[in-house]
């Protein structure tokens, strides 16, 4: 008898209990656990399974499909409603948790596995998953068919949860390069970028994020960039330092590497430059990545040049965190680069005294004395950024 016949016993009688409790659409992504078990038994007589059905989460994948399946088939094409068949709705949550708990499960089952036969090879102990940051995930843990019923649900609900569940699924699966073209293929960028118009902040930030994946791909971006104001408007409405505001700016991080997509950022300098000037270190970090890849394009500096900044001379100080210092000078040598390479561009009466014109390029004394101090500073590439904007 199969050493682990009594506890596969023990676990169906317990399965039941756990299904009248939590319905039989999530009760299949926490066997998990128990299918980790009990692949770990070495029974001879236990007939061999296909990879994807031994692996955990296998069951709760497939148990989201189905469940997504019916009600697909009644429901998909229609508006799910804010109220009435609460049983459908309850059944359409545990569904997505089921693909994401499942989803979850795969991945880090196959880093387990993949750890612990590094390990084996090497002579070395098992690693846990957690430390084995360097393992990348199985891009196949879903498959086209769940993306599309991920995709289909965003369309038919306006249940903000389960908006956001399906969101950071994307999001994960869109990490890899595959499923980017998979999603796009499957008119997934239009379905989340429909969703940075949703009135709830959560859903927009989790778009946003998804979006900031799939960005990753030139297609991608030819898609993407048709939202990129909407993108700035939520920046500029989103309370300062919080999570929409950062993913928002992740986002145009991205889409701002080329100079293709810079004309609809240029707007939005003077919202960049204040939230440089008020947010907090994380966000000037992530704002200064914007700015450093814009003004590499000498179209975008009059337009910096003529932005008032009057706290931008303190960015530039011993004490400032290395991470915004070195930004900050990148940016700064990147203006000073393309002002003095294109002609007719200093007009100084167009500038006002606290313009960015005034601080940085108008033989200003005090951003000298500045960089003068810098040139004492410990990092090696900060001080390279200063004596580039010193020979320039």
């Known amino acids: 008898m199969c050493p682990c016949y009594e506890g596969e016993r023990g676990a169906s009688r317990f399965g039941q209990r756990l299904r009248v409790s939590l319905g039989h659409a999530l009760y299949p992504a926490l066997c998990f656990v128990k299918t980790a078990v009990l692949s770990r038994c070495c029974c001879k007589n236990k007939p061999k399974q296909s990879r994807a059905a031994a692996e955990p989460g296998g069951l709760a994948i497939r148990a989201g499909h189905a469940a997504l399946s019916a009600v697909g088939r009644r429901r998909m094409r229609h508006r799910l409603p804010q109220t009435g068949k609460m049983g459908e ?20 089952y196959r880093l387990w596995r993949r750890a ?3 390990g084996r090879r090497r002579g070395a102990p098992c690693v846990p998953p957690s430390v084995m940051e360097e393992i990348p995930p199985s891009p196949h843990s879903m498959d086209a068919d769940a993306l599309q019923k991920l995709i289909h649900l965003l369309k038919a609900t306006d249940d903000p949860l389960i ?9 994960n699966s869109a990490a890899f390069s595959v499923n980017q073209d998979i999603i796009r293929n499957l008119d997934g960028l239009s379905v989340i970028g429909g969703m940075l118009l ?3 902040p959560t859903v927009k930030e989790k778009a946003l994020n998804a979006l900031n994946n799939l960005s990753m791909n030139i297609k991608n971006q030819e898609e993407i960039q048709v939202y990129i104001m909407q993108v700035c408007k939520n920046i500029e409405s989103a309370p300062l330092n919080s999570d929409l505001q950062l993913a928002g700016l992740r986002l145009l ?23 440089l000037s008020e947010g907090s270190e994380r966000t000037q970090i992530q704002v200064l990545k914007v700015l450093v890849n814009l003004s590499a394009n000498p179209a975008t500096t009059r337009h910096f040049l003529k932005a008032q900044v009057p706290s931008l001379l303190l960015l530039f100080d011993n004490c400032v965190k290395t991470d915004i210092l070195l930004r900050a000078l990148v940016f700064a040598a990147n203006l000073n680069k393309n002002m003095n390479s294109e002609d007719g561009i200093m007009i100084e009466d167009e500038y006002s005294e606290d313009s960015v014109f005034s601080i940085l390029c108008r033989d200003s004394t005090a951003f000298a004395q500045k960089l003068a101090s810098l040139l004492h500073h410990p990092d090696t590439d900060v001080k390279e950024q200063v004596v580039r904007l010193l020979t320039q």
């Open 89 to 108: 709705r309850r059944i359409v949550r545990a569904a997505v948790l089921g693909l994401v708990l499942g989803a979850g499960a795969c991945y880090c």
């Open 116 to 118: 612990a036969g590094r």
């Open 163 to 171: 908006q956001e569940q399906a969101l950071i699924t994307l999001s």
């Open 198 to 200: 949703d009135c709830v």
């Open 253 to 275: 991080t991205n889409m701002s590497v080329t100079n293709d997509y810079h004309y609809k950022m240029i707007n939005k300098i003077p919202c960049f430059l204040h939230l």
